[in-house]
């Protein structure tokens, strides 16, 4: 066994430890979800059990979340049965594979220190350890991801179609699992597009990529229309995200306006918003056929909601923009983590960010003749950056992009040790 393998070997097992001791000794693995994790759990429960995709306990069908989490858990779920302990640990195994990728990733561009550094980090990086407490769908999306980098970078160094086509296999998994990237879509023809300046092949390779994407979509979007006789190419929460973070009050993320009295902020929005008839909160959220009107329907009452407020407060956007930014890449975020999952002094956490962030800025100076080879790492940013803006800047978007910030960070610590070395050098000869 070569000392790759080794390394590879080392970093899982030392990641998962990590992972697994976190879940096991320092939190509880038993603890039951909270937020969106107790949609996750309901419908894989019922997945399990042989009632599809639906809620309990009328097992009406759903489409507020994208299946490949739920279709994960259920998994779990009929195997082992409904055990969290035991979710959490498939979880750390999922995750403790992200260093994996990191690794393979890095080499392909760099060198193997830098690629081992950046291994490393991802491996002891607080808020990745954090999620896999937590029955969320981020984990698995961050290493989904990665696997569609992967072949991206592969595609780089040596073009294949057959990259194109399972990176467009991963990139749809990722949708199917949070729906953070659609504008990878876009992306992906510029991105080929600037690596080799051949406008004919960057198109056939966007074709082939995306065509991969939208048959692997396929089945789930067509499940839907059976349900709802409406085009719903993922999620039926599209409006309502919308209304709740492009509000005023929102200041750019949903938070804010959750907190408030729902009876209260719903029917005031509802009222405000011309429509003809008022449906109390929960009725909005969590529609169903007994009171004639499926999630759909709601969210399309989102959905005018919000482009009918956004229409009449045009200059509200800006700012809006701008606090979602701040919102998005606050240092000091995971306070909110860490209250969630009932840790008091986050600072650990707070100095990962601040050992991560101003590094990769660092490591993007460094490779900025090298930009090219880095660009498919700024184009999932700058999309999940839009994703943001466009809808809510919660912090759990964050995550999926972090193991590029650690690669870039990784280059810098690189760069400092060498320039270390070679100064040592200096000074002793």
């Not at 954090?130 to 961050?142: C, G, M, Y």
């Not at 209260?264 to 109390?280: D, H, M, R």
């Not at 959905?303 to 045009?314: D, G, H, T």
């Amino acid at each position: 066994m070569d000392n790759k393998n080794k390394f590879l070997i080392l970093i899982f097992l030392f990641s998962l430890a990590l992972r697994l001791t976190y879940n096991f000794f320092l939190a509880d693995p038993d603890t039951p979800p909270t937020s969106d994790g107790k949609y996750f759990d309901k419908v894989a429960l019922n997945i399990a059990n042989g009632h599809g995709f639906t809620l309990p306990p009328n097992n009406i069908p759903t489409s507020r979340k994208t299946p490949a989490y739920p279709f994960f858990l259920a998994i779990i779920y009929k195997i082992f049965g409904h055990s969290y302990s035991i979710a959490r640990f498939f979880q750390s195994i999922v995750d403790a594979l992200i260093p994996i990728f990191v690794y393979l990733i890095t080499i392909e561009i760099f060198d193997n220190k830098t690629a081992m550094i950046a291994a490393v980090l991802s491996a002891i990086d607080p808020p990745l350890i954090i999620f896999t407490s937590q029955i969320f769908s981020e984990s698995l999306l961050t290493f989904i991801t990665l696997i569609f980098t992967y072949f991206m970078v592969k595609e780089s160094e040596k073009p294949d179609l057959r990259n194109a086509f399972l990176a467009g296999i991963f990139l749809a998994l990722s949708l199917l699992t949070r729906p953070i990237f659609p504008f990878m879509f876009i992306f992906v023809f510029i991105w080929k597009i600037v690596m080799i300046k051949d406008f004919k092949k960057s198109i056939i390779f966007g074709t082939v990529l995306v065509t991969t994407s939208l048959i692997v979509i396929l089945p789930w979007t067509w499940r839907n229309y059976q349900i709802y006789k409406k085009f719903v190419p993922l999620t039926t929460t599209v409006g309502l995200t919308l209304w709740l973070s492009n509000d005023p009050s929102s200041r750019g993320a949903s938070r804010p306006q959750w907190a408030m009295p729902r009876r209260v902020t719903f029917k005031k929005q509802f009222e405000n918003s011309g429509e003809n008839s008022y449906l109390e909160s929960e009725d909005l959220l969590f529609s169903t056929p007994e009171i004639g009107r499926d999630e759909k329907e709601s969210d399309d009452i989102f959905l005018r909601m919000s482009l009918k407020k956004i229409k009449e407060q045009p200059s509200i956007l800006i700012k809006l923009i701008s606090l979602k930014l701040i919102a998005f890449w606050d240092g000091f975020y995971i306070w909110a983590v860490c209250d969630t999952v009932n840790i008091k002094k986050p600072i650990f956490v707070i100095i990962s960010f601040a050992l991560a962030v101003p590094f990769a800025i660092a490591g993007a100076y460094i490779t900025r003749k090298r930009w090219k080879d880095v660009s498919i790492f700024y184009f999932l940013i700058l999309s999940v950056n839009i994703t943001g803006i466009i809808f809510h800047a919660d912090y759990r978007l964050r995550l999926a992009v972090m193991p590029y910030f650690m690669i870039l960070a990784a280059v810098t610590y690189n760069w400092i040790i060498i320039n270390i070395s070679n100064r040592i050098k200096e000074i002793t000869l």
